[in-house]
């Protein structure tokens, strides 16, 4: 065989070696960017992301202007610092659930989840129980005393509804928050509150309102929306007592004139406010 040839012989098989190095080249590179490019799957659907330490939940808060203080959550009972516990309600995702005898309040997740909240209830013969719908949210609300709580406490008079009330602020019994309750279209006068008395959480010593740490209610008012059904229960699990036959006393004298309320809300239940 000739050298003119051998050349082009030479040059074809180099040419395939130097083809086949950059294929092989090429499928790395492809596998990498393949493996690099390979989408994060999502968490499950009924997922709940943890909460934060207790130390971040219950620090100081800058909120609208007012200066929540850090609360000593050391001093508080662990079972009423907020926490995600499985649901022991049974109730729908969405829904929240007072149990008054444990002294807990349960926001229910998916997939068998719920955040349980410590709350603070009414004293002996204010206690009540029912079915609700969140119907109206405010950050930092007026307080006006109802009639009846006034003629129990005179000088809370400065603060009826013919005196405007009692602004939002650190030291309002509404506290940070508050969702209104109402049964149907009729404002039942309770309310899920804020409070500043961290030191009353898991005991009975309000006027029939159901109080949470300001920190807790204002993590509580920003997962639910208006219209997120609201049941009381004097335990989980058990039938509800109806309260018909008993005056409960109200913290509040109904939501402000000229509120924009969203429009009567089905009732769930048969009356027993």
């Known amino acids: 065989m000739s050298t003119t040839e051998i050349e082009p012989y030479r040059l074809s098989r180099r040419g395939f070696l130097n083809a086949a190095a950059l294929g092989a080249a090429s499928i790395a590179v ?7 490019r390979r989408p994060v799957e999502p968490p499950p659907a009924n997922f709940e992301p943890p909460l934060m330490d207790y130390a971040t939940m219950y ?7 007012f200066e929540l203080p850090g609360i000593p959550y050391e001093k508080i009972d662990e079972q009423f610092l907020r926490q995600i516990v499985p649901d022991p309600t049974g109730q729908r995702p969405g829904t929240i659930v007072v149990d008054t005898a444990g002294h807990h309040l349960y926001l229910v997740r998916p997939g068998g989840q719920a955040i349980r909240y410590g709350v603070g209830l009414g004293r002996a013969g204010f206690e009540w129980s029912g079915d609700a719908v969140v119907q109206w949210k405010q950050k930092w609300p007026k307080w006006t005393p109802p009639a009846e709580m006034i003629a129990r406490q005179p000088e809370l008079a400065k603060y009826s509804v013919d005196n405007g009330g009692m602004p939002g602020g650190l030291t309002n019994p509404l506290g940070a928050r508050a969702l209104y309750l109402f049964e149907g279209n009729e404002d039942t006068l309770y309310r899920l509150h804020g409070s500043p008395e961290w030191f009353s959480i898991g005991k ?3 006027s029939g ?6 920190q807790d209610i204002i993590d509580l008012y920003d997962r639910v929306p208006n219209k997120t059904p609201v049941v009381v229960t004097a335990g989980v699990g058990q039938e509800l007592v109806a309260t018909a036959d008993r005056k409960a006393i109200p913290i509040d004298a109904g939501v402000p ?3 924009i309320l969203l429009g009567p809300a089905g009732a769930i239940s048969e009356p027993i406010f």
Do not use: F, K, M
């Not at 492809?30 to 690099?36: F, G, K, L, R």
């Not at 309102?209 to 300001?214: F, K, P, Q, S, T």
């Open 30 to 36: 492809s596998a990498c960017t393949t493996v690099a």
């Open 59 to 65: 620090g100081p808060v800058s909120d609208n202007g």
């Open 204 to 206: 009975s010593v309000s």
């Open 209 to 214: 309102c159901v109080r949470l740490i300001n």
């Open 257 to 259: 004139e000229g509120s």
